[in-house]
T-cell receptor, first 113, second 107 residues
């Protein structure tokens, strides 16, 4: 079985641009979460989606948005990129409704210049 | 004060040593996770705990719900154990992470 796949693996963007990151969960997992990890820090929660609906949102500005598709894959969009958005963006998939473990993707390394 | 605190921040050990990484949290949780992150970023889930103790190979994780504390132990450490170990608590459906412990095991 494929694990959680994220694309692209690396990305360089210029300040002010927009970026879309993609995540495909493990087959059968209906919940996808997004996390931002700045160098030297632990990941920070951005969004959680289940059945195409937003179920949780972290303390991030409105420049950050996400959606989940009928096949449970997800996209994270960031508009008007700032230098501080440079980070590793991690996607995790899980079951919903009970306390199950998470499976993480390898992340997308975003560099804003 | 962060909701999840880990100690130590950095740890260097000699191959074969017994290692302990600690995690304290200040909020109610439904589960606690120990994760391993290697250079390059990929995160691997090691344990999910809601009570007691779990063991997998040379890794042991314990949690004390009353004291809001968990420990990750590595027995007979090996250079391949070198990584960042992160404690994360599950709270209201999301994970809240500690800052991680950078472990380096020297041969």
């Amino acid at each position: 079985d494929a694990g959680v796949t994220q694309s692209p693996t690396h990305l360089i963007k210029t300040r002010g641009q927009q970026v879309t990151l993609r995540c495909s969960p493990i087959s059968g997992h209906k919940s996808v979460s997004w996390y931002q990890q700045v160098l030297g820090q632990g990941p920070q929660f951005i969004f959680q989606y289940y059945e195409k609906e937003e179920r949780g949102r972290g303390n991030f500005p409105d420049r950050f948005s996400a959606r989940q598709f009928p096949n449970y894959s997800s996209e994270l969009n960031v508009n008007a990129l700032l230098l501080g958005d440079s980070a590793l963006y991690l996607c995790a998939s899980s079951w919903w409704g009970r306390v199950y473990g998470y499976t993480f993707g390898s992340g997308t390394r975003l560099t804003v210049v | 004060k962060n909701e999840v605190e880990q100690s130590p921040q950095n740890l260097t050990a000699q191959e074969g040593e017994f290692i302990t990484i600690n995690c304290s949290y200040s909020v109610g949780i439904s589960a606690l996770h120990w994760l391993q992150q290697h250079p390059g970023g990929g995160i691997v889930s090691l344990f999910m705990l809601s009570s007691g103790k779990k063991k997998h190979g040379r890794l042991i994780a314990t949690i004390n719900i009353q004291e809001k504390h968990s420990s990750l132990h590595i027995t007979a450490s090996h250079p391949r154990d070198s990584a960042v170990y992160i404690c994360a608590v599950r709270r209201i459906g999301k994970l809240v992470f500690g800052a991680g412990t950078i472990l380096r095991v020297k041969s």
